[in-house]
Nanobody
Framework: QVQLVESGGGLVQPGGSLRLSCAAS????????MGWYRQAPGKQRDLVAA???????YYADSEKGRFTISRDNAKNTVYLQMNSLRPEDTAVYYC????????????WGQGTQVTVSS
């Protein structure tokens, strides 16, 4: 069983930065794609960024140039560096793990709140 624990959320002013972390338990982290999703109140959960087991990143168009996803396989941790934050970035951010060789094995974290407000 895999557990994902997010941290690093909080309240930040527009234009500020936050770094989210997601630590995974278990032994399949290095064989999995990792993703960050977000869900604002009343809206669907959307992909923000993802990174393959080999370290290739993918970003949603609205986050390109502002967010950076990275991973440390030695620490079983994925990060999301968020810069130039906007009020519309306010949401609960969720970490996702998906085993690349079998996508049926997919896990979610509990979420961390990010609020961008002055």
């Amino acid at each position: 069983q895999v557990q994902l624990v997010e941290s690093g959320g909080g309240l930040v002013q527009p234009g500020g930065s936050l770094r989210l972390s997601c630590a995974a338990s278990g032994s399949i982290f290095s064989m999995s794609s990792m993703g960050w999703y977000r869900q604002a109140p009343g809206k669907q959960r959307d992909l923000v960024a993802a990174i393959t087991s080999g370290g290739t990143p993918y970003y949603a168009d609205s986050e390109k140039g502002r967010f950076t996803i990275s991973r440390d396989n030695a620490k079983n941790t994925v990060y999301l560096q968020m810069n130039s934050l906007r009020p519309e970035d306010t949401a609960v951010y969720y970490c996702n793990l998906r085993l690349e060789r079998d996508s049926r094995y997919e896990y979610w974290g509990q979420g961390t709140q990010v609020t961008v407000s002055s």
